[in-house]
C-alpha cells in the first residue's frame, strides 16, 4: 500500500517535471556555457563543492513542484556568479592558499615520502598504482611525483640528456622546499 501511494502522483506534476526538466537542463548548459571550460573541468575541492550545489538545485527545481523554474535559474545564475568570483579570487595569492588545497610532494629523487603520503592518506602502493598508469617502468626514473589539487598524480621522469628536474616546477607543492620540508622519514 505504502509503495502504491509513493508511486501515485497527479498527472499534473508529471506534465510539470516534464516541462521543467528540459527548460532546466538548457539553463545549465547555457550558464555553464557563459562561464567557461573550468565550470566542469578537473576539479578542485571549490569545483566539486558547486558541482554538488547545481546538482541538487537541477533537481529541486525538477521535481519540486514548490519551487518555480524562475527560482532554480536566478539559484543557478547566483551559484555560477559565486563560482566565477571564486575562481577570480584564486588568482590572489593569499585567497588561492585559502580557497585550495596545496599540491603535495610524495615522492622526489626516486623515493617515496611516507610523511607525505600519510598527510595524502595514500599508501606506498596507491603511489605504485599511479606510477604504473603513469606508465613507469622503474622508479629510479623518477625525479617527483605531486598529488595535485585536483587529486591527480602528476609523475615526472628525469630527462634523458641528465638535466635535473627544473625545481620552478615544484614551487607551490608542499614539501618541495628545504630537505626537512621534504617529509623524509
Do not use: C
Request: hydrophobic share 50%.
Amino acid at each position: 500500500m505504502i509503495l502504491l501511494e509513493r508511486l501515485a502522483t497527479s498527472w499534473d506534476v508529471i506534465g510539470l517535471v516534464a516541462v521543467t526538466a528540459p527548460v532546466a537542463y538548457l539553463g545549465l548548459i547555457t550558464f555553464s556555457k557563459l562561464a567557461g571550460l573550468r565550470s566542469f573541468s578537473e576539479m578542485t575541492n571549490f569545483d566539486l563543492a558547486a558541482t554538488v550545489a547545481f546538482g541538487s538545485m537541477l533537481a529541486t527545481t525538477i521535481v519540486n513542484p514548490e519551487v518555480s523554474l524562475l527560482q532554480g535559474g536566478v539559484a543557478l545564475a547566483v551559484l555560477f556568479t559565486v563560482q566565477a568570483a571564486v575562481a577570480q579570487a584564486r588568482f590572489r595569492f593569499r585567497l588561492q592558499l585559502l580557497l585550495e588545497n596545496r599540491p603535495l610532494l610524495l615522492m622526489r629523487d626516486s623515493r617515496m615520502l611516507p610523511k607525505n603520503l600519510r598527510k595524502a592518506r595514500m599508501t606506498e602502493n596507491d603511489l605504485r598504482s599511479k606510477l604504473r598508469l603513469a606508465g613507469v617502468t622503474s622508479v629510479e626514473h623518477v625525479s617527483a611525483a605531486v598529488l595535485e589539487t585536483t587529486g591527480d598524480v602528476s609523475v615526472l621522469l628525469e630527462n634523458a640528456d641528465g638535466r635535473p628536474l627544473d625545481t620552478d616546477l615544484l614551487t607551490s607543492v608542499a614539501g618541495a622546499g628545504a630537505p626537512s620540508e621534504r617529509g623524509g622519514g
